[in-house]
């Protein structure tokens, strides 16, 4: 089983070194409005996104990032520090909730909790893990909720725990 | 109504212009191996994304985007072309999911559909407008489902349709 908070663990888990209810924080990520407009540019190009000027009069009030943009940072953060999973992280996807906009000044974490096992019936090494993934920022204010189901493996025979 | 397909239309669409059933269908981005690599460096570095020797002993058996990647993609083809919504393309998430790997020859589009409009009860210009929106490849294969909700607006008084 996995330590709660495992801040920062590199550490290589399988499949049976996760339980329900275990807890991983991730590291930071300090956004600035250059990298949202960087980001907003390339993939989505939108006033809000791209422009504190024309961004006053919109529906966010102010520049923004892109919810793809706030997506693309907790996978970087999930990946670098805050899930540790030996095969690494591989999702089929799952409900993803923008709580409210992510602004310039914003530092983002990510806390993710697992939620639910299930093992595959067809293929007995593996499982369909169900994690709660909330994206914070230095206010604790939820950015982004997103409850991925990834693809978990056990620990090959020959590599001892 | 919107005319259906509406294929890389650009026509400024109100609430009262949107009806259930209403289709759109986007222009087209054509991926490849350095894409994925460029955007997997920075947002999800894990080497089925990364490194195309390195992917072949992984879940994906060769280079794959990014979930993420493919769901930028969907962003900017959705901006550029797939839904041509007057006060931009806003939503607060929704059902994601990723049907299969996208690959580096993928030639990517969307089509979309308007599945539910629900007027809202404390702003009457305003409706949360539920879209599908699937990304698919040159042969028809499914990459990713969507399914936002948007916030769509009516058109201001003063501009007429």
Chains 1, 2 share one sequence.
């Not at 310039?104 to 090494?125: A, M, N, Q, T, W």
């Not at 693809?151 to 090959?156: G, S």
Request: aromatic share 6%.
């Amino acid at each position: 089983m996995a330590d709660a908070p495992a801040t920062g663990a590199r550490r290589a888990l399988y499949l049976e070194d996760l339980a329900v209810g275990d807890r991983f924080t991730s590291g930071t990520h300090a956004l600035d409005a250059e990298q949202i407009k960087t980001f907003a540019q390339q993939f989505d190009p939108q006033p809000f996104h791209t422009d504190e000027e024309a961004a006053k009069a919109t529906f966010f009030q102010g520049l923004a990032a892109s919810g793809w943009h706030t997506a693309a940072i907790t996978m970087r953060l999930l990946v670098d520090s805050g899930m540790p999973l030996a095969e690494g992280i591989i999702g089929s996807g799952g409900e993803l909730h923008w709580a409210q906009p992510t602004r310039p000044d914003d530092v983002l974490h990510v806390e993710s909790e697992v939620v639910e096992i299930v093992p595959s019936r067809s293929k007995p090494g593996r499982a369909m893990v169900q994690m709660h993934c909330r994206t914070l920022n230095q206010r604790g204010e939820l950015l982004q909720s997103f409850k991925p189901k990834l693809v978990v493996t056990k620990r090959p025979a020959a590599q001892p725990a």
